[in-house]
Every structure is written in C-alpha cells, then in structure tokens.
C-alpha cells in the first residue's frame, strides 16, 4: 500500500505551480474553516487533500476553483494571483463525485460545452472530443446520453470533459466516492495513468486514505483547517509526525502510557499495565508526558524469537482469528487493550490460533512510536 515511488518530473520538479500563500476561509466572519494555509504544488504534481469531514480540504479545493474566495491570503496559479479571477476564466478542469453532466445532452454534447464556451470551432472541437473519449476508452458511448450509461461510464465522461479543453491544471473532488469498491480501485489507476501520461498537475480531494495513498506524489493530510503533516506516502504512513496522522492513516496498534525516559532519539515508555517498551519519541519530549504508542499491524509478529536482537516481546491473549484470503487477521488482548491486531500473510507455516490461547508476541523498537497523547 505504500511501496510506490514518489514521481514528480524531474524537470519541474522545482516549479510551483500552484500556490496558497497564508489563505484563510470563515464563513461567518468569526470561526476560521481554514486557517493560515501556506502550500504549493509543483508542475506535473499529484497532490491529495485528505482529511475527515469538515477538516476544510474541500473549501481548499472549491477556493482554488474559484467557487469560494479566500477571507485572507493569495492564492497563485502559475505565479499569477486568481483571487479576483472567475472560476470560467481560470483554465481549470474539474470533476465532481455527482459527475455533473448535463442529462438533456449526449455524451459527445457534453464534452463540447466547454470547448464551444473557449470559441472553439467546429472542426477542433470534434478533434479534441474524439481524442478525448479515446482516452477514458469511451469513444463508443459519444451519442448516448448520461441516463444510458452506468456510475462507472458516466465518471469516465466527466473525467474526459474535465480534460477534453488541454488544461494544465484539474481538481477532483471526491471524484470515485458513488462508485463501488472494485471500480473505483480501477478508476484509481486509470486516473493515475492519464496523470502521468499527459504530465498535468492533479489537486485530488478524498477522506478515503487508501486512496490518497495508491495515487499521489504527496498527500496533504488536513484537520481543523490546518496541514497536519505534507509529505509523500510512504513517509506519511511510515513516518506520522503526530497522534492524529498516525491514526488516521492506515490501522494503528495503540497502547497508553507514560515517558519514563527520553533521550538521544529514545524513549522508554511504561504502559498503564506495567510494561516497559523502547519506541523512537514523536511529538513528545519530556520525561513524565502521557504518550500514545503506535504499532503497525503488519510490523507485528507471532514467532519473536524468530525477530533479530532486542526484539521487544510482550504477552497477548488471543480473541479472534479472521481469515481475510490472502491474510489472516488476528485480534489480541495486549496491555490492557483488546483491540491490538496483527496483520499476517496467509502462508503454509501459519497455524489457525484459538480464542483463549496465550502466546508471546514481538516488534523491533524501531516500529514502535512514543506519539503526543
């Protein structure tokens, strides 16, 4: 889930093509929805707002759009401020998670709208339909209507309108949220392969954060109207700068307790239930500080003494084991919580474990985090 490699071009790699500069929104004139954002985007980069409802990754996007305007900040498109600019006149194609066409127009009709909106003749406009529909695998479909078409279909039209007018820039917002769990991890890759193909700069709204992790370049992880942490996938699932990144990427193993010690990039912790662990700190710098110790599920293993040196070793109690195919999941009472889960490939040398049974599990320190409480 977090093996692909970050890809920006490597000649625009330094050029920001987009760019927030100190923007805030408030709807009321009192609460800040978005507060004092400073982010930019390279050219050719896929960047993903993700973040709960309500955490203003929306608002980010509809402001880059234009369909909101920025309370305080500038926001700049290719060193160009677009604040005052209307949304038609900012080049900017868009797909929305409701699709968005129109129902009285064929497929064709509504990949034209934009292009006749830009002065586009007739026989250009044909041209750049055709190309666009080839490209979402849809030039079949050009005379039917959205009513004809399935939620899949319809997705690929709004994504070749989006397209279909050669923008530098596209937003998506929540784009794959009606479709179901098969097609839309195959539209994942569809959109991240037009991506690529065609070099264009993606700015992608999700809450799904599977998803913000098999498509971007980096991820910009948003709560109450802040940047969280921005970084690549990998680094965001591996490395979490705070409790709520960890948490709210990928599953979390997480046991409560206190720094007993801190130093050189070290943090012993002793759990409410007694136990001492060794966990690299996070956010957390002071002997005595409540922590939240993080653990990945697939970090986790049944045979420790199998694990090299200084492996960490601890008692658990098992309460459920889930076969999953191509894994088995397996939930366990650990120092005092009965939600710690350890993640394991289905292999010929793992045997099926029973409720009740108690057996001694382990982790490499390293994959243990001393995280703000």
């Not at 900017?92 to 497929?107: D, E, W």
């Not at 193993?253 to 943090?267: M, Q, S, T, V």
């Not at 970090?299 to 420790?304: G, H, Q, T, Y």
Request: charged share 25%; with cysteine; hydrophobic share 40%.
């Amino acid at each position: 889930m977090t093996g692909r490699e970050t890809r920006v071009p490597s000649e625009t790699a330094n050029a920001t093509f987009v760019e927030f500069d100190r923007v805030q929104k408030s709807y009321d004139g009192i609460s800040l929805v978005v507060k004092d954002l400073n982010l930019t985007v390279a050219k050719g980069e896929f960047l993903t707002m993700l973040g709960p409802s309500g955490s203003g990754k929306t608002t980010c996007l509809m402001m880059l759009a234009g369909f909101e305007t920025a309370t305080n900040g500038e926001i700049r498109l290719d060193g160009r401020p677009i604040n005052l600019v209307p949304p038609h006149k900012r080049g900017i194609g868009m797909v929305f998670q409701n699709y968005a066409l129109f129902p009285h127009m064929t497929v064709a009709e509504n990949l034209a709208f934009p292009l006749e909106v830009r002065g586009m003749g007739k026989s250009e406009r044909e041209a750049k339909i055709t190309r666009a529909l080839d490209m979402v695998q849809m030039g079949a479909f050009a005379a039917r209507r959205p009513a004809q078409l399935s939620g899949g279909q319809q997705q690929r039209i709004a994504l070749a309108r989006a397209l279909v007018f050669d923008p530098a820039l596209v937003l998506m917002d929540e784009p794959l949220g009606a479709l179901d769990k098969q097609l839309r991890e195959h539209m994942q890759f569809e959109i991240k392969h037009l991506h690529e193909s065609l070099g264009i700069t993606v700015v992608y709204v999700t809450h799904d954060q599977g998803e913000a992790l098999t498509m971007s370049d980096r991820v910009a992880v948003f709560n109450d109207g802040v940047v969280q942490q921005l970084a690549p996938p990998d680094e965001l699932y591996e490395r979490p700068v705070n409790s709520f990144v960890a948490q709210f990427i990928g599953e979390n193993n997480k046991l409560h307790g206190r720094i007993e010690e801190i130093e050189d990039g070290r943090a012993l912790v002793r759990l409410d239930t007694g136990e001492l662990i060794d966990a690299t700190p996070v956010n957390v710098s002071a002997k005595g500080q409540r922590t939240l110790v993080s653990i990945r599920p697939e970090r986790v293993e049944f045979k420790p003494e199998m694990m090299p040196d200084g492996a960490h070793t601890i008692e658990a109690e098992v309460l459920e084991f889930i076969y999953m195919g191509d894994l088995y999941r397996t939930r366990l009472r650990v120092a005092g919580s009965d939600d710690f889960v350890i993640k394991s490939r289905n292999t010929l040398t793992q045997r099926r474990l029973q409720p009740g049974e108690r057996i001694r599990i382990g982790w490499a320190p390293q994959d243990a985090r001393a995280l703000d409480a």
